[in-house]
């Protein structure tokens, strides 16, 4: 079989028809893939969709080189959303510059925005200083990071010659977290589509301990999965050095010490405010407002 290998990534499904148009002129076999997670979509509040295109190994060179001319000569600048954006607006917010997002990390966008952001730098004369690019690289950093993490399937839970047997129990899309799910609901006896929920949620906590700055907390919940997940050790650490590329320890109470308890009772308020920056949305009550702690997390707010 051909070997493919990836020229171009793109959250815009347009960008990705217009290049392969201009490969089809010039007779340049490709292919596309996209990252839609295999899960339940009602869970997923609108998970970003990246379309990556593959051309076959020996044409690399040729199709980099064809897209790169073929995207500098042929820019209609007046019709590119980036020129809407004045310098000020440029360069306000990272977290809303599509252009600085763009020449920082240029691997993860298409080869249409690149070279539109690079004329308008040229042509504004806009001077971008290395702490904007930095910024810039943390969130895309993250973007890279979330797809990972939405996009993993638990599939190193168990030894790959196992895996027919899994495929064949649970069938359809994304069998390896189906069966994590039916693990997690005869163990905790929870229905099958409130574990699956809690999966998703638990990614999104894991998302937070990583790029948070403080010790992020976990609901009840969200700790019994995490634990779940914990007891495939094996599994665990490849998900740590594969997927999020982080040392993503669990360090529980030994013994209930007030102060401690008190420690993780700020910190899960804290991780609470990170979910509602990070994802825009209130957590879902039924599985993060029960804590750790006695109580619901109303009673923790009230004492803080």
């Keep these: 079989m051909e070997n493919y290998i990836e020229i171009n990534r793109t959250f815009a499904k347009e960008s990705i028809k217009e290049i392969a148009e201009i490969f089809d002129a010039n007779n340049i076999e490709f292919v596309v893939e996209d990252t839609k997670p295999s899960f339940d979509i009602t869970f997923t509040n609108g998970v970003i969709v990246e379309y990556i295109l593959k051309v076959k190994e020996f044409d690399f060179n040729r199709a980099s080189m064809l897209l790169t001319i073929n995207l500098s000569e042929n820019i209609e600048m007046e019709e590119h959303y980036l020129v809407s954006y004045t310098d000020n607006e440029l360069l306000d917010s990272y977290t809303d510059n599509e252009l600085i997002e763009v020449i920082s990390m240029p691997k993860y966008w298409d080869k249409f925005d690149l070279e539109y952001a690079k004329k308008l730098i040229k042509e504004r004369g806009v001077v971008v200083d290395v702490e904007i690019l930095e910024k810039a690289k943390i969130n895309m ?71 948070s700055d403080f010790s992020v907390t976990p609901s009840k919940v969200i700790d019994q999965v995490w634990h779940e997940h914990l007891l495939f050790s094996s599994g665990y650490r490849k998900f740590c050095k594969e997927i999020i590329r982080y040392d993503f320890d669990h360090n529980p109470e030994l013994v209930a010490v007030g102060s401690q308890t008190e420690a993780f009772q700020s910190q899960y308020l804290h991780t609470i405010e990170l979910y509602k920056k990070e994802f825009g949305l209130e957590p879902p009550s039924e599985i993060w407002d029960v804590t750790k702690f006695k109580g619901k997390i109303e009673k923790i707010n009230n004492k803080f």
């Design 141 to 211: 950093n993250k973007k890279e990071l979330w797809l990972n993490i939405a996009n993993y399937h638990f599939d190193n839970l168990v030894a790959t010659h196992l895996w027919d047997e899994i495929a064949a129990n649970f069938g359809g899309q994304n069998p390896f977290t189906k069966a994590f799910a039916d693990k997690l609901s005869r163990k905790l006896n929870w229905k099958k589509k409130f574990a699956l929920k809690a999966i998703w949620e638990y990614k999104k906590f894991v998302y937070m301990g990583v790029i």
